[in-house]
């Protein structure tokens, strides 16, 4: 089993900018991808941005290019996700979800693994 805690929402003004991250812990060798999924209410869970441990190699949903930034520690147990330029569509529940292999990153019924959320605010 694999724990994820995540932290660092809260509030932005349009323009702003805020950091999450997500510390996993257990058995963490049973993770192979590790990606940010948002929700806002009345919406379905959508994937962000995504990164394959292994390689570092990372994914991004097109509304959030250039704008996030999605990284990992060297222990490749800490996730992290810069957002600058942030937009009132922003505005979610952020989850924290990994998983071993396999499967399109943003299809949250692939994964094993998820955090309780943290939520972002962002106004206008």
């Known amino acids: 089993q694999v724990q994820l805690t995540e932290s660092g929402g809260g509030t932005a003004q349009t323009g702003g900018s805020l950091r999450l991250s997500c510390v996993a812990s257990g058995d963490v060798n049973d993770i192979g991808r590790m990606t940010w999924f948002r929700q806002a209410l009345g919406k379905e869970r959508e994937g962000v941005a995504s990164i394959f441990t292994h390689s570092g190699v990372t994914e991004y949903d097109d509304s959030v290019k250039g704008r996030f930034t999605i990284s990992q520690d060297n222990t490749k147990t800490a996730l992290h996700l810069e957002m600058n330029n942030l937009y009132p569509d922003d505005t979610a529940m952020y989850f924290c979800?990994?998983?071993?292999?396999?499967?399109?990153?943003?299809?949250?019924?692939?994964?094993?693994?998820w955090g309780q959320g943290t939520q972002v605010t962002v106004s206008s």
């Open positions: 979800a990994a998983r071993p292999f396999g499967g399109d990153w943003f299809r949250p019924e692939t994964y094993n693994y």
